[in-house]
T-cell receptor, first 114, second 109 residues
Framework: DVKVTQSSRYLVKRTGEKVFLECVQDMDHENMFWYRQDPGLGLRLIYFSYDVKMKEKGDIPEGYSVSREKKERFSLILESASTNQTSMYLC?????????????FGPGTRLTVL | LAKTTQPISMDSYEGQEVNITCSHNNIATNDYITWYQQFPSQGPRFIIQGYKTKVTNEVASLFIPADRKSSTLSLPRVSLSDTAVYYCLVGDGNTPLVFGKGTRLSVIA
């Protein structure tokens, strides 16, 4: 069974802390994505990666960075957490290709920044 | 990326068939139409995908007219467990999917 796992389901951090959100997939997918989801705003794309050591900005990259050192792992980094980064963070992966747009999502990490 | 428009919310009684229509007037030749389902506190889950005409699986049917400018997700005989947000997306697999706000379906007993 395909699987995307995220390091934590719930996380509480303080303003100014550096935060790491880890995502691991076991499907050998090339593509990985980080979204955040807020009430009334749907899912918004933060960063994505089409290959190891590659990264592309999504719609809302400000305040975030990412790391993809291995194919199966995609990390989201909040360099200095702020209260407006309190949100649900969702990681996803997929294979590239024509029409192959089934993304597999992890369970999400609900981050609270105090 | 083609933009999609779908109703913000819908209500249905248990046992009814639910049809959620999505418009995507600017769909490109290479784009496929995909629908996802999301329950509270979970990530979205792929339901069905199609290019044209009709696609059916164990969960839903997807109807796509010849001009492909819209699509309809059909859920047969819904139950309370079908209460969720449903997202309609279009894409060619080579660029990230853009999730809108989806349609919040509430199934009532």
């Amino acid at each position: 069974d395909v699987k995307v796992t995220q390091s934590s389901r719930y996380l509480v951090k303080r303003t100014g802390e550096k935060v790491f959100l880890e995502c691991v997939q076991d499907m050998d997918h090339e593509n990985m994505f980080w979204y955040r989801q807020d009430p009334g705003l749907g899912l918004r794309l933060i960063y994505f990666s089409y290959d190891v050591k590659m990264k592309e900005k999504g719609d809302i990259p400000e305040g975030y960075s990412v790391s993809r050192e291995k194919k199966e792992r995609f990390s989201l980094i909040l360099e200095s957490a702020s209260t407006n980064q309190t949100s649900m963070y969702l990681c996803a992966s997929s294979s590239p290709g024509q029409g192959a747009i089934e993304q597999f999502f992890g369970p999400g990490t609900r981050l609270t920044v105090l | 990326l083609a933009k999609t428009t779908q109703p913000i919310s819908m209500d249905s009684y248990e046992g009814q068939e639910v049809n959620i229509t999505c418009s995507h007037n600017n769909i490109a030749t290479n784009d496929y139409i995909t629908w996802y389902q999301q329950f509270p506190s979970q990530g979205p889950r792929f339901i069905i995908q199609g290019y044209k005409t009709k696609v059916t699986n164990e969960v839903a049917s997807l109807f796509i007219p010849a001009d492909r400018k819209s699509s309809t997700l059909s859920l047969p005989r819904v139950s309370l467990s079908d209460t969720a947000v449903y997202y309609c997306l279009v894409g060619d697999g080579n660029t990230p999917l853009v999730f809108g706000k989806g349609t919040r379906l509430s199934v009532i007993a």
